[in-house]
């Protein structure tokens, strides 16, 4: 009588047993039919604040974002048993999606061969700048100029304003406020020789500070200058700012004889 009890309760266990396959190494918690692992984790974990990862390394953390991704797996099941996945509005938004998403990788791909092709000049040594060319650079352009400029989008307007200023230098300010279209970043500039615009330098160069000179065209609009410090900077001050300025010197000489080589050609020219 015994035995006959034992085998019907064997075979229950044994079913109930194989009625769940093991779940694939690294599981955290599973959603219906879907998984989601340590890796899912991880790839969400990339994606959170320096302070919200170290929380999310924690017991407590772990839990709280695991319950996160959970939430987030229900309501996609849910969104996608009532085909909202298959909705016009959805398939629009994800055509957008691709698109951006299509763009910013050749973004990236673009920015990385440039970087590449940057290291490679500076690799074989074609950018390369000598101590003697930092020392001859510095000994004929050891100053930094400090210049305020309004930017203004016409030659008509930028001749009023220089005008009015040529007449009360004190009027600065106010005519700034009122004209420019320079962002903050260009309203007051320091600049070494080989650092900012040609033109502009040269003007500042030979200006007494506190003069108003101006105008000048450039690809940013009209310029209006006034000039207000020059002075010496110390070698240890000057060396790294030279080392750039004469690598984009040669970045430039490559540059310009790349040019000739592919025949580049630019139609529209500014005004």
Same mark, same amino acid.
């Given at each position: $009588?015994?035995?006959?009890?034992?085998?019907?309760?064997?075979?229950?266990?044994?079913?109930?047993?194989?009625?769940?396959?093991?779940?694939?190494?690294?599981?955290?918690?599973?959603?219906?039919?879907?998984?989601?692992?340590?890796?899912?984790?991880?790839?969400?974990?990339?994606?959170?604040?320096?302070?919200?990862?170290?929380?999310?390394?924690?017991?407590?953390?772990?839990?709280?974002?695991?319950?996160?991704?959970?939430?987030?797996?229900?309501?996609?099941?849910?969104?996608? =048993?009532?085909?909202?996945?298959?909705?016009?509005?959805?398939?629009?938004? $994800?055509?957008?999606?691709?698109?951006?998403?299509? =763009?910013? &990788?050749?973004?990236?791909?673009?920015? @990385?061969?440039?970087?590449?092709?940057?290291?490679?000049?500076?690799?074989?040594?074609?950018?390369?700048?000598?101590?003697?060319?930092?020392?001859?650079?510095?000994?004929?352009?050891?100053?930094?100029?400090?210049?305020?400029?309004?930017?203004?989008?016409?030659?008509?307007?930028?001749?009023?304003?220089?005008?009015?200023?040529?007449?009360?230098?004190?009027?600065?300010?106010?005519?700034?406020?009122?004209?420019?279209?320079?962002?903050?970043?260009?309203? @007051?500039?320091?600049? $070494?020789?080989?650092? &900012?615009?040609?033109?502009?330098?040269?003007?500042?160069?030979?200006?007494?500070?506190?003069?108003?000179?101006?105008?000048?065209? @450039?690809?940013?609009?009209?310029?209006?200058?006034?000039?207000?410090?020059?002075?010496?900077?110390?070698?240890?001050?000057?060396?790294?700012?030279?080392?750039?300025?004469?690598?984009?010197?040669?970045?430039?000489?490559?540059?310009?004889?790349?040019?000739?080589?592919?025949?580049?050609?630019? &139609? =529209?020219?500014?005004?």
């Amino acid at each position: $009588m015994k035995n006959r009890l034992i085998l019907p309760v064997l075979l229950l266990l044994a079913w109930g047993c194989q009625k769940e396959a093991p779940l694939p190494e690294g599981t955290a918690a599973r959603v219906g039919g879907e998984t989601i692992t340590q890796q899912d984790i991880d790839a969400r974990t990339a994606l959170l604040s320096k302070e919200d990862r170290e929380f999310a390394k924690t017991p407590t953390g772990r839990q709280n974002l695991l319950q996160i991704i959970t939430r987030e797996k229900l309501i996609s099941a849910a969104a996608k =048993e009532e085909g909202l996945d298959q909705s016009d509005i959805y398939l629009s938004l $994800m055509d957008d999606k691709r698109a951006q998403m299509a =763009e910013i &990788y050749q973004q990236f791909a673009e920015q @990385t061969l440039e970087r590449m092709w940057y290291d490679k000049l500076q690799e074989t040594g074609v950018t390369a700048v000598t101590d003697e060319e930092i020392a001859e650079y510095y000994k004929k352009y050891p100053y930094e100029m400090t210049v305020r400029q309004i930017i203004v989008d016409n030659a008509q307007t930028a001749d009023q304003v220089l005008r009015a200023l040529k007449a009360s230098p004190s009027r600065w300010k106010e005519l700034e406020r009122q004209y420019s279209s320079a962002p903050e970043t260009l309203k @007051t500039l320091s600049f $070494m020789p080989g650092e &900012y615009l040609t033109d502009i330098e040269v003007i500042a160069a030979n200006s007494p500070a506190g003069s108003v000179q101006g105008f000048f065209k @450039t690809a940013q609009g009209f310029h209006i200058i006034m000039k207000t410090n020059e002075k010496r900077l110390s070698r240890k001050e000057a060396e790294p700012r030279i080392r750039e300025v004469l690598e984009n010197k040669k970045l430039d000489n490559v540059l310009e004889s790349l040019k000739n080589k592919y025949e580049v050609v630019i &139609y =529209e020219k500014s005004e």
